[in-house]
């Protein structure tokens, strides 16, 4: 089974600042990483698939990076409405989701 | 607009069973393997398995076998998953969320059902 190991746990940033989060895979995952932003009573959102393609609707504020085991996902211009838990996901052998990481607004 | 509605929550005996549904509407039932997720509390997500609604055809994480069962009504577009032998480990949030096929990510998901196990 692959294993991700997400990072930080959780972080605290200041509005119109830019955060980031890295997975890393326990084996190459081909760039088969999707990034999401889940709010308490909601499903996750997709933000990010493939590594670094944005769905439609979500602004250019989101980014992704990596390639092989190492994968970062970044929010630049924190905006009030970030404030979420995020999710890194591998779709590259069966699924594997990282630990998260709780983004808090200072 | 694609949705994936499901069922409330619920509250269940150690022992018994239950069964959460995932009703969607919006694209083609059919065209979509639908997935299932357990958030137990304060803790990540774990993809508990899959169906294919075309032809039945399911895949589960190792964990979740004998513990999930996944069925599909293709003429209410409904998904379902059963769980049994239910124990206070099985109280958590469960998501259904949808992909194009069993290699893509989830690309919409359901709001999620609270299940409780507790006498």
């Known amino acids: 089974d692959i294993q991700m190991t997400q990072s930080p746990s959780s972080l605290s940033a200041s509005l119109g600042g830019k955060v980031t989060i890295t997975c890393k895979a326990s084996?190459?995952?081909?760039?088969?990483i999707a990034w999401y932003q889940h709010k308490p009573g909601k499903g996750p959102r997709l933000l990010i698939h493939?590594?670094?393609t944005l769905q439609p609707g979500i602004p250019s504020r989101f980014s992704g990076s990596g390639s092989g085991r190492d994968y970062s996902f970044s929010i630049s211009n924190l905006e009030p409405e970030d404030i979420a838990t995020y999710y890194c996901l591998q779709y590259d052998n069966l699924y594997t989701f990282g630990g998260g990481t709780k983004l808090e607004i200072k | 607009e694609v949705q994936l509605q499901q069922s409330g929550p619920e509250l269940v005996k150690p022992g018994a069973s239950v069964k959460i549904s995932c009703k969607t509407s919006?694209?083609?039932?059919?065209?979509?393997?639908m997935h299932w997720v357990k958030q137990s509390h304060g803790k990540s997500l774990e993809w508990i398995g899959g169906?294919?609604?075309?032809?039945?055809?399911?895949s589960y994480n190792q964990k979740f076998k004998g513990k999930a069962t996944l069925t599909v009504d293709k003429s209410s577009s409904t998904a379902y998953m059963e769980l049994r032998s239910l124990t206070s480990e099985d109280s958590a949030v469960y998501y259904c969320?949808?992909?194009?096929?069993?290699?893509?990510?989830?690309?919409?998901w359901g709001q999620g059902t609270t299940l409780t196990v507790s006498s």
């Open positions: 493939f590594t670094s």
């Open positions: 919006g694209y083609t039932f059919t065209e979509y393997t």
């Open positions: 084996q190459d995952i081909n760039k088969y």
């Open positions: 969320a949808r992909s194009y096929g069993y290699d893509e990510d989830f690309d919409y």
């Open positions: 169906i294919n609604p075309n032809n039945g055809g399911t």
